[in-house]
Structures are given as structure tokens and as C-alpha cells.
């Protein structure tokens, strides 16, 4: 089993910033990919970024250049930095882990953008 806990989420003004934490404990080797999800009222969860146990990384379209996701695997810590949002950012955002042949999802942060 892998545990998640997610923080940071706030509300922000538009065009301000947030860290997102993804602290992950439990089961934790051998986890190949970690992600950043969000949901938005009525809309699916879709993927926001990725990052794999090699480094490598993806971003959704709708976030490049503004969204920034790194790890620090000293502290077991997944990291979603978040500039420039925009009020389409509000959503709650779930980390997630892919640890074959399974997933496991944290309990989500809400990050509300105004306009």
C-alpha cells in the first residue's frame, strides 16, 4: 500500500502562484510515475503533469510553461508549483502514484483561482 497526503491547496487571485506537496508513505519503492490530477465541478479528472522514478516529465497543454513538477526524493515528496493561474485552474487536484500493477490516489486539495 501507498499512502498520499496532499497540501497546499488555497484560494488565490489570478494570475498568483501555489505549491502543491504530495507526501507519499507506505510502500513507496518501486514507484514508477507520480502524477498531479485535478476535477473541476462537472468536468472528468484530467491528468495535469507527470513525473517518472527516471525524471522524465509531462505536462497537459493547458498548463505548460506555467506549471512546474519536481521531486525531492529525500523527503519522499512530490511538488506541483503553480504560476500564473488562472481561474480555469480552480478544480480539486489528487496526486497519484503508479506503482505496477497499481494506483493509489490521495484525498485531494482544493485551489479555487478568482477573477
Known amino acids: 500500500q501507498v499512502q498520499l497526503v496532499e497540501s497546499g491547496g488555497d484560494l488565490v487571485p489570478a494570475g498568483g502562484s501555489l505549491r502543491l506537496s504530495c507526501a507519499a508513505s507506505g510502500s513507496i519503492s518501486s514507484i514508477n510515475t507520480m502524477g498531479w490530477y485535478r476535477q473541476a465541478p462537472g468536468k472528468q479528472r484530467e491528468l495535469v503533469a507527470s513525473i517518472t522514478s527516471g525524471g522524465s516529465t509531462y505536462y497537459a497543454d493547458s498548463v505548460k510553461s506555467r506549471f512546474t513538477i519536481s521531486s525531492d526524493n529525500a523527503k519522499n515528496t512530490v511538488y506541483l508549483q503553480m504560476n500564473s493561474l488562472k481561474p480555469e485552474d480552480t478544480a480539486v487536484y489528487y496526486c497519484?502514484?503508479?506503482?505496477?500493477?497499481?494506483?493509489?490516489w490521495g484525498q485531494g486539495t482544493q485551489v479555487t483561482v478568482s477573477s
Open positions: 497519484h502514484a503508479w506503482r505496477f500493477p497499481d494506483g493509489y
